[in-house]
């Protein structure tokens, strides 16, 4: 994977959005104030808005997953810190910083005040509800299957390992894992999205789920001899999975997060504008939420209405 061997989690690695002067290390326990990550939130008086603001930097939790915030040669790129670029340009915070932290981390990570908020496409589901605050989705998301070339074992959803003695590899944190979880599938954890890759490669895994677009990503950035099946949505008990990810603030900063939704709302309203902003990346129009796809309602668990 594209600079995926570069990543190191969990080592409280800080890129700047802006990249012009590199990379700057910061041990996990600097990013609570002073000169580290999210010293604008940790600053007294007035709400994080107004503090992120007079401080003109915001520092955003990620986990390395492309196309959504990665590393590139030093530089903090994706389609997330895209969004973020404009939406916090627009809010009067020019420069998105970035804290390297594992995928399961990001919340505990957040409410800690390591960072501000965190930019991962991460899905919006109850139990991450209870435990943070979304914003609207950005990103309506499918599931697909990573197989070696070929696809030898016929696989397409996650019903296919059912009774199979296949082994799926997901990662840690990501809602493919409950998937996994909630079929009684023979599964494997892994850190990351190039852990996933090694895995198959190794036999470890017959297949790697994840996102399609991170999976598409991945494999064409990759030397390694895969495809990718065609896309499909999760379905448990009988219900269809429709999901979507968002960007992720803790639940007393409501004037961040309510200034981040208007800004948002106008960038979903215009598919020319969002395109624009995250096409490179490998979105494209079938990734808009459509309207009906909330946040309220993806945070309640009931998706009997996108049925």
């Not at 600053?43 to 994080?48: C, E």
Request: a negative charge; proline letters at 3%.
């Amino acid at each position: 994977m594209h600079n995926r061997r570069s990543f190191i989690h969990g080592s409280g690695l800080v890129l700047s959005a802006a990249a012009l002067g590199g990379l700057a290390a910061c041990s996990r326990t600097e990013t609570g104030g002073g000169d580290g990550g999210s010293g604008a939130s940790d600053a007294g008086g007035g709400d994080l808005l107004s503090r992120l603001q007079e401080a003109g930097k915001i520092t955003v939790g990620f986990a390395g997953e492309a196309p959504y915030s990665f590393d590139d040669n030093g530089e903090l790129t994706g389609a997330t810190v895209a969004l973020h670029r404009e939406i916090f340009g627009e809010l009067g915070i020019a420069e998105v910083e970035g804290t390297l932290t594992d995928w399961g981390s990001l919340i505990p990570g957040l409410n800690a005040q390591q960072f501000d908020a965190i930019s991962a496409g991460m899905s919006i589901l109850p139990e991450r509800c209870a435990e943070a605050a979304f914003s609207e989705p950005e990103f309506q998301y499918t599931t697909a299957l990573m197989v070696p070339t070929g696809n030898p074992e016929g696989l397409t959803n996650m019903q296919s390992f059912v009774d199979s003695g296949l082994t799926v590899a997901t990662m840690t944190g990501a809602i493919e894992s409950s998937y996994a979880e909630d079929l009684g599938l023979d599964s494997i954890e892994v850190g990351g999205p190039q852990d996933g890759v090694d895995a198959l490669n190794s036999g470890n895994a017959d297949a790697f789920a994840l996102t399609a677009i991170s999976l598409n990503w991945l494999a064409e950035n990759s030397n390694v001899d895969v495809e990718v099946t065609e896309s499909f949505v999760a379905e448990i008990d009988g219900v269809k999975q429709y999901g979507a990810g968002g960007t992720v603030f803790r639940q007393e900063d409501t004037s961040l997060l309510d200034a981040y939704n208007e800004k948002l709302a106008e960038i979903i309203g215009d598919p020319e504008r969002y395109l624009s902003i995250v096409g490179e990346f490998g979105f494209t129009e079938a990734e808009l939420p459509p309207e009906e796809m909330t946040a309220e309602l993806l945070c309640s668990g009931d998706l009997s209405s996108l049925q």
